[in-house]
């Protein structure tokens, strides 16, 4: 779903991630599966960053997981650069390891407390074999932390001396130091101050534009997505359901979710939020266990009709590069 004609590095194909839920302590049996990613479909071009954005609990998190390899998909490929990753064995993985990083969401867990920034950042060099003298590497440590906006002297810190916009570039550096293509950042900003956070988008731009990178930026804060992103896909109880380039999809949203979503994101004039008429989306989210039949959004949709929950819609593209999982726009 790319206007570039182009192969993209990244395309993702009918994916599904169905978790089993079992009951029982001595036998175990399945009595259901939680559809975290239930068939979703995109591509990504290089040098690109796509949004992906969603209440918590849509999916986000778990596809990232899949395309890193963290978790086997259930169904569906994963085709990067031309190799379906979702079918590799654990000892064809170390390869991709090289290629494509993640940064995580909080930086107080994702680094290990007992090593210093030195170590964290040097390991990976290590364990890959990309630069297996100590003085080179070393050197390579603290040419990183200045990359990443840090004094180079933090090598001899421990995590917990630091701050968390500190140690988030930490985490930065650290997926830096493999020289990857491919970043998931799953909502690396969302555990920082606002100020830390805009601080550290800039840097991810930054990046991006000197190693020619290319970012899947999970997130839910909508004013971040529209900042770093060039398109954004809308997910919804674990499919997409809208897929534009930012512009497009901040200016002219066609799906009902992601209309309600731009709705609820506060402004900033007290007189203009006042003002303003903001109606929520109704009901509540239905559980992944057992998802609605056709349209997962159709029992809280203002526009849904009696075929909404019947047939799964299609992804339509209704303008270049916009697509839509809905049969009541066009």
Do not use: W
């Amino acid at each position: 779903m790319s206007a570039s004609a182009a192969p993209p590095l990244l395309d993702v194909r009918g994916l599904r991630m169905h978790f089993p839920v079992t009951e029982g302590i001595v036998a175990r049996r399945k009595i259901g599966e939680v559809k975290a990613v239930d068939g979703i479909d995109f591509t990504m071009q290089r040098g690109e960053t796509l949004g992906l954005v969603g209440e918590s609990g849509c999916g986000k998190t778990t596809t990232g997981r899949c395309i890193l390899r963290l978790e086997r998909p259930t169904e569906g490929a994963i085709i990067y650069d031309g190799t379906d990753i979702a079918t590799l064995e654990q000892k064809d993985l170390r390869a991709l390891r090289r290629r494509i990083q993640v940064v995580f969401q909080d930086p107080y867990s994702s680094l290990n407390p007992r090593m210093k920034v030195g170590e964290i950042i040097g390991e990976p060099m290590k364990v890959h074999g990309i630069e297996p003298d100590a003085a080179k590497r070393a050197a390579r440590v603290r040419e990183l932390l200045h990359v990443c906006g840090l004094n180079p002297r933090f090598a001899d810190r421990y995590p917990h001396e630091m701050s968390g916009g500190q140690r988030q570039r930490v985490g930065i550096a650290r997926a830096l130091a493999l020289e990857p293509e491919f970043i998931v950042c799953d909502e690396a900003v969302s555990a920082l101050d606002v100020s830390i956070q805009a601080q550290v988008i800039n840097l991810l731009e930054d990046l991006r534009e000197q190693f020619h990178l290319t970012y899947l930026f999970i997130a839910h804060d909508l004013s971040v997505v529209r900042h770093i992103c060039h398109r954004v896909a809308v997910m919804y109880l674990g499919r997409i359901v809208e897929l534009a380039s930012a512009d497009e999809l901040f200016s002219n949203s066609l799906h009902p979710y992601t209309q309600a979503l731009l709705a609820a994101v506060p402004v900033p004039d007290p007189a203009v939020e006042t003002a303003r008429n903001f109606r929520p989306v109704q009901g509540e989210v239905p559980s992944p266990i057992n998802p609605p039949s056709g349209c997962v959004f159709h029992p809280r949709c203002p526009i849904a009709v009696a075929g909404c929950r019947q047939a799964r819609p299609e992804m339509r593209e209704l303008r270049p590069g916009h697509f839509v999982a809905c049969t009541e726009v066009g």
